[in-house]
Structures are given as structure tokens and as C-alpha cells.
């Protein structure tokens, strides 16, 4: 039986003080997040302010958690003195770890700060032995390896290099290479994502044409690179074994409430693991009622085609609960000046619900057409709830929460409660 200390770490994104303390309270063993002003590749989150990067890390020191300030981004000749200063201030400051991209840069940092634990970002693109081992060189102790290795390939590098391997296992993906996209660059100037500004085109619509200039993709089809979100909590005792020794979740740009529900997620399911007992339902169960473009381990299982990818939406997909039962119109109300037929619809529920969770309704004939409505009271599976609707809904239709309310109160009171301790 594995122990708690068999376990790899779990490593939580943070992109301000308040996901900050959100990871805290959701059981992260660290926390990896960028310093507003210094260079990190999610410029546009809110980031630690310098000032508070220091209380930040003795708080999470004091309750055994660990801090990394990413820098991961291509460094400029003319930055570069500035960089390594900005460097030896987030060491002072308390980081136990830099997270770093530009390989130039990390010879620098090793050489200005010897002692310093330096960790290669994902945006290097490492996915063989070979880079591995270069980084090793070059001072890093840990290489975040690329998204796109499957469990094979990982397990081999593990076993022909030294160096720890931090793992993507959660949040979105990028349908290139890492660190190799030149995609924004090329569509938005300016918005480089080796610069941390990616304007993430991937998710938008594009036509896939032939030389004539006709449509070639279907009609449903109409984010040709937009894939769903990375989920590995059914894999996690196979990634251990093959020599995993950090769990990492994406997310610097998503909200506090995300950071809890993700983090706490993924803790519970690692929990399991250590006490040999089966990953509990509700860990997966929270993923699917955190914000998500549809799950995926295609990666990790070597494979990379349609089952990858979220061809029709690029947003919130939720949890599938159930389905339009029908509408009935609301007595006595007469459209006019182009109104529409507004009434109750009927939403029978395969899954439980809460009072005032958000219920997306989508039709698949019309999926532009959508509507949010609200739980009007807590359900369970079988009940049919009855949600005001502004217009008609035809039976059928899938009904998912995109929002749950008792998910973002609990983040909330977790939050809530270490503020109160700072």
C-alpha cells in the first residue's frame, strides 16, 4: 500500500491573492504563480503584487506549502540583467522555486544564484531523455514535461534521467506544441504567447476551405482547433508508477472557485490512492461542474484525434444532468413587437442539482440558440424541476450546470476563513 509520502505533489495554479488561498484551503502541497511586473507568461492574470509575495509564502510555508514564481518567458537580450535581478527578489522574497522557460536565462540564474531550485517550464517543449538531461546541465532539478507525452514515453524518460517530472494533469490544452505556437503572433500583433499574451485563437471559428474557396468541415465543426480540457484523475495511479513526481493544474487565468474545486478535487483523489481505497465518484463529479470544454486523457493515452477535440464550442460545457421534458406557455401572455412565447420549461434530471444552479439548455439543431435558467430548488435524480424560460424549448434538448452554488460557496467560506488567519 502507498503512503502519503508515496504520493506526488500536487501543484496548484494561482493567478492573484484570493486563487492563492484558494489552493491553500483545497490541500495543494504547492502553489505556482506569477509576480505582477516580473516575466511570467499569464501577464494578463492579476498576479502577486511584489509586495505580497513575501507574507504569501511565509503563510503557505507555515502550513507546509510551497511556492514557485514562474518567469517563463523568452527573455531579450536587453532584459536580461533585469531579469536575473528580478530573479534574486522573488528568492529573497521566500519562492522556493523560479519556473523558467528561456534556456539562456536558466544558465544565467544557476550562475548568479547557485543554491537556487530551478524548474524548466512546459513551454521548452521537453519530451524526451535527451532534453531532460540538458536541462539537468544547465542547473534545473525538475522539468515540466510536454503536454502531448503519452504514459509511455513518461515512464521512460523517468527511468533514464535524474531530474523530478512535473506533470500537466488538468485544464486546458494547447493544440500545438508547447512554446512552439506562433499562431497570436501571427494573428495579433503584439500577442506573442512566448510573451505571455497569448490572444488564444485556437478557440475561435475557423473555415476549413478547398482551393475553390468551399466549406470543407461540417457544419458543427466550426473551431477546427479548439480542444477540450486535459483530465487525468482516472490515471493518477498509473502516472505514479511510472515516476510522476508532481501533479500540476493549469489555471493562472481562472477564478478562486475554480482553483478550490480543481485542487480539492485532485487532493481527495490522491488521498484515496495513499489509503489504497477506489478515487471517490464526487472528485470527478466536481471536475464536471467546474468550468471544462469537455474532459480528455487523450494524450496520456497516446492518441490525438477527434476524441481530443471540441469542435463545436470553445466554452463551458458543465455536467450533462438531464433533459427538456417540455415547455408549457405562461397563461394569459401575449407576445408582441417581437416577443416570444416565454413559459415554464420542464427539465427532468438524470443527476442531482442544486437551488440556483445555473442549467444551460442548448438545443443540437440550433446550438447558437441557448439559454441559461435556474434551479429552483435542490432536486434529485428522477424529479423534474420546473425553470422560467423566455422562450420556447423543445423536449430533448440537453440540460447541463455550468454553474454550481453550493461549489462556489464552499470556495468561498474555504477562502473566506484563511483570510480571516492573514
Not at 503584487?49 to 514557485?68: I, K, N, Q
Not at 484525434?305 to 427538456?324: A, F, I, K
Not at 440550433?366 to 430548488?377: G, I, N, Q, S, Y
Given at each position: 500500500?502507498?503512503t502519503r509520502d508515496d504520493i506526488p505533489?500536487?501543484?496548484?495554479?494561482?493567478?492573484?491573492?484570493?486563487?492563492?488561498?484558494?489552493?491553500?484551503?483545497?490541500?495543494?502541497?504547492?502553489?505556482?504563480?506569477?509576480?505582477?511586473?516580473?516575466?511570467?507568461?499569464?501577464?494578463?492574470?492579476?498576479?502577486?503584487?511584489?509586495?505580497?509575495?513575501?507574507?504569501?509564502?511565509?503563510?503557505?510555508?507555515?502550513?507546509?506549502?510551497?511556492?514557485?514564481?514562474?518567469?517563463?518567458?523568452?527573455?531579450?537580450?536587453?532584459?536580461?540583467?533585469?531579469?536575473?535581478?528580478?530573479?534574486?527578489?522573488?528568492?529573497?522574497?521566500?519562492?522556493?522555486?523560479?519556473?523558467?522557460?528561456?534556456?539562456?536565462?536558466?544558465?544565467?540564474?544557476?550562475?548568479?544564484?547557485?543554491?537556487?531550485?530551478?524548474?524548466?517550464?512546459?513551454?521548452?517543449?521537453?519530451?524526451?531523455?535527451?532534453?531532460?538531461?540538458?536541462?539537468?546541465?544547465?542547473?534545473?532539478?525538475?522539468?515540466?514535461?510536454?503536454?502531448?507525452?503519452?504514459?509511455?514515453?513518461?515512464?521512460?524518460?523517468?527511468?533514464?534521467?535524474?531530474?523530478?517530472?512535473?506533470?500537466?494533469?488538468?485544464?486546458?490544452?494547447?493544440?500545438?506544441?508547447?512554446?512552439?505556437?506562433?499562431?497570436?503572433?501571427?494573428?495579433?500583433?503584439?500577442?506573442?504567447?512566448?510573451?505571455?499574451?497569448?490572444?488564444?485563437?485556437?478557440?475561435?471559428?475557423?473555415?476549413?476551405?478547398?482551393?475553390?474557396?468551399?466549406?470543407?468541415?461540417?457544419?458543427?465543426?466550426?473551431?477546427?482547433?479548439?480542444?477540450?480540457?486535459?483530465?487525468?484523475?482516472?490515471?493518477?495511479?498509473?502516472?505514479?508508477?511510472?515516476?510522476?513526481?508532481?501533479?500540476?493544474?493549469?489555471?493562472?487565468?481562472?477564478?478562486?472557485?475554480?482553483?478550490?474545486?480543481?485542487?480539492?478535487?485532485?487532493?481527495?483523489?490522491?488521498?484515496?490512492?495513499?489509503?489504497?481505497?477506489?478515487?471517490?465518484?464526487?472528485?470527478?463529479?466536481?471536475?464536471?461542474?467546474?468550468?471544462?470544454?469537455?474532459?480528455?486523457?487523450?494524450?496520456?493515452?497516446?492518441?490525438?484525434?477527434?476524441?481530443?477535440?471540441?469542435?463545436?464550442?470553445?466554452?463551458?460545457?458543465?455536467?450533462?444532468?438531464?433533459?427538456?421534458?417540455?415547455?408549457?406557455?405562461?397563461?394569459?401572455?401575449?407576445?408582441?413587437?417581437?416577443?416570444?412565447?416565454?413559459?415554464?420549461?420542464?427539465?427532468?434530471?438524470?443527476?442531482?442539482?442544486?437551488?440556483?444552479?445555473?442549467?444551460?439548455?442548448?438545443?443540437?439543431?440550433?446550438?447558437?440558440?441557448?439559454?441559461?435558467?435556474?434551479?429552483?430548488?435542490?432536486?434529485?435524480?428522477?424529479?423534474?424541476?420546473?425553470?422560467?424560460?423566455?422562450?420556447?424549448?423543445?423536449?430533448?434538448?440537453?440540460?447541463?450546470?455550468?454553474?454550481?452554488?453550493?461549489?462556489?460557496?464552499?470556495a468561498a467560506k474555504a477562502v473566506s476563513e484563511l483570510e480571516?488567519?492573514?
Open positions: 500500500m502507498r505533489e500536487l501543484l496548484a495554479p494561482a493567478g492573484d491573492r484570493e486563487a492563492f488561498l484558494a489552493a491553500v484551503a483545497a490541500g495543494a502541497d504547492a502553489i505556482y504563480c506569477g509576480v505582477t511586473g516580473e516575466l511570467n507568461a499569464r501577464r494578463r492574470a492579476g498576479g502577486i503584487g511584489p509586495g505580497e509575495l513575501a507574507g504569501l509564502c511565509d503563510f503557505a510555508h507555515a502550513r507546509g506549502v510551497r511556492v514557485y514564481v514562474t518567469m517563463n518567458v523568452v527573455v531579450k537580450q536587453a532584459e536580461l540583467a533585469g531579469a536575473v535581478a528580478a530573479a534574486g527578489r522573488v528568492l529573497d522574497a521566500g519562492a522556493d522555486a523560479l519556473i523558467i522557460q528561456d534556456l539562456g536565462f536558466i544558465a544565467e540564474v544557476h550562475r548568479a544564484f547557485p543554491s537556487a531550485e530551478i524548474h524548466v517550464s512546459t513551454q521548452v517543449n521537453v519530451h524526451d531523455a535527451r532534453g531532460v538531461r540538458l536541462c539537468e546541465q544547465l542547473g534545473a532539478s525538475r522539468v515540466t514535461l510536454s503536454r502531448e507525452l503519452p504514459l509511455a514515453e513518461i515512464a521512460v524518460i523517468a527511468a533514464e534521467t535524474n531530474a523530478e517530472l512535473e506533470v500537466f494533469s488538468h485544464g486546458a490544452i494547447c493544440p500545438s506544441y508547447s512554446g512552439i505556437c506562433m499562431l497570436s503572433s501571427f494573428l495579433r500583433e503584439g500577442r506573442s504567447p512566448n510573451r505571455g499574451l497569448c490572444a488564444q485563437p485556437c478557440r475561435l471559428p475557423f473555415d476549413l476551405v478547398d482551393e475553390h474557396g468551399a466549406r470543407l468541415q461540417a457544419s458543427d465543426c466550426e473551431r477546427p482547433l479548439c480542444t477540450h480540457d486535459n483530465c487525468v484523475i482516472d490515471d493518477l495511479a498509473p502516472m505514479i508508477d511510472a515516476g510522476v513526481s508532481a501533479f500540476k493544474l493549469e489555471g493562472r487565468m481562472k477564478p478562486a472557485a475554480y482553483v478550490w474545486a480543481v485542487t480539492s478535487a485532485y487532493r481527495a483523489a490522491l488521498d484515496a490512492i495513499a489509503a489504497g481505497v477506489d478515487v471517490p465518484g464526487s472528485a470527478l463529479a466536481r471536475l464536471k461542474r467546474t468550468f471544462n470544454r469537455g474532459l480528455t486523457d487523450a494524450y496520456l493515452h497516446g492518441t490525438s484525434g477527434n476524441e481530443l477535440m471540441s469542435y463545436e464550442r470553445s466554452g463551458n460545457r458543465g455536467e450533462l444532468v438531464g433533459e427538456v421534458a417540455g415547455f408549457e406557455p405562461e397563461p394569459g401572455f401575449k407576445p408582441r413587437d417581437g416577443q416570444q412565447l416565454r413559459g415554464t420549461v420542464r427539465v427532468r434530471l438524470d443527476t442531482p442539482v442544486g437551488e440556483g444552479d445555473s442549467i444551460e439548455l442548448r438545443p443540437q439543431r440550433d446550438p447558437e440558440r441557448f439559454l441559461v435558467v435556474k434551479a429552483p430548488r435542490d432536486a434529485r435524480a428522477g424529479d423534474v424541476i420546473e425553470c422560467f424560460c423566455p422562450r420556447p424549448m423543445e423536449p430533448g434538448v440537453p440540460a447541463r450546470v455550468t454553474k454550481s452554488v453550493a461549489l462556489e460557496l464552499a480571516q488567519e492573514l
